[in-house]
């Protein structure tokens, strides 16, 4: 794949926030790869087997998308809050802070990647099954483990903001 396209560089951004934040060699967090991965595995299993089907797609497709969209305007803005931080004298930046916005940015944009993956087998899903009828079980259990992780990443970028201003605000 072009690097153009590649998106192993967000993953990796992604994957290097899930550490010990109070370890100094900053070692990955095993319950932190497994709250993210591991609960929407779960629940993703749990749907394929128990045969869940989704309906209503093309509101969730709807909905899924502008969230997408949305995500990718907070990613702008994340990345001019990192230029402004930059020229702050009152943060370090190799501080805190500069630290937790910089971990934002990238659980932002891993978030933009997932929300794009989830319209992708939505916009499928959508695509191939007839008007009013129910996701196939596959595709379901898809759905589930993408929507979950996009919420769970979204509850990762809410702490971070949170961490983030408790540090900027002493």
Same mark, same amino acid.
């Not at 093309?58 to 990345?79: D, K, N, Q």
């Not at 910089?102 to 916009?123: E, H």
């Given at each position: 794949?072009?690097?153009?396209?590649?998106?192993?560089?967000i993953?990796?951004?992604?994957?290097?926030?899930?550490?010990?934040?109070?370890?100094?060699?900053?070692?990955? $967090? +095993?319950?932190?790869?497994? *709250? !993210?991965? &591991?609960?929407?595995? @779960?629940?993703?299993?749990?749907? #394929?087997?128990?045969?869940? $089907? +989704?309906?209503?797609?093309? *509101? !969730?497709? &709807?909905?899924v998308? @502008?969230?997408t969209?949305?995500? #990718?305007?907070?990613?702008?803005?994340?990345f001019?809050?990192?230029?402004?931080?930059?020229?702050?004298?009152?943060?370090?930046?190799?501080?805190?802070?500069?630290?937790?916005?910089?971990?934002?940015?990238?659980?932002?944009a891993?978030?933009?990647?997932?929300?794009?993956?989830?319209?992708?087998?939505l916009?499928?899903?959508?695509?191939?099954?007839?008007?009013?009828?129910?996701?196939?079980?596959?595709?379901?259990?898809?759905?589930?483990?993408s929507?979950?992780?996009?919420?769970?990443?979204?509850?990762?970028?809410?702490?971070?903001?949170?961490?983030?201003?408790?540090?900027?605000?002493?």
């Amino acid at each position: 794949m072009s690097a153009k396209w590649s998106v192993a560089p967000i993953i990796k951004k992604q994957l290097s926030t899930l550490v010990d934040q109070n370890d100094p060699k900053q070692r990955p $967090r +095993l319950g932190d790869y497994l *709250g !993210l991965f &591991g609960v929407p595995l @779960i629940l993703a299993t749990a749907a #394929f087997f128990t045969e869940f $089907r +989704l309906r209503g797609i093309e *509101g !969730l497709l &709807g909905g899924v998308a @502008i969230f997408t969209a949305l995500l #990718f305007g907070l990613l702008v803005h994340v990345f001019t809050l990192g230029l402004r931080i930059t020229d702050d004298p009152r943060i370090s930046k190799s501080g805190k802070t500069a630290q937790l916005v910089d971990q934002l940015q990238g659980n932002v944009a891993y978030a933009v990647l997932v929300g794009l993956f989830t319209t992708t087998v939505l916009i499928v899903g959508v695509s191939t099954t007839l008007k009013d009828h129910a996701l196939g079980v596959p595709i379901s259990a898809i759905t589930v483990f993408s929507i979950s992780h996009l919420l769970l990443i979204m509850l990762m970028s809410l702490k971070r903001t949170q961490a983030a201003y408790e540090q900027f605000r002493l």
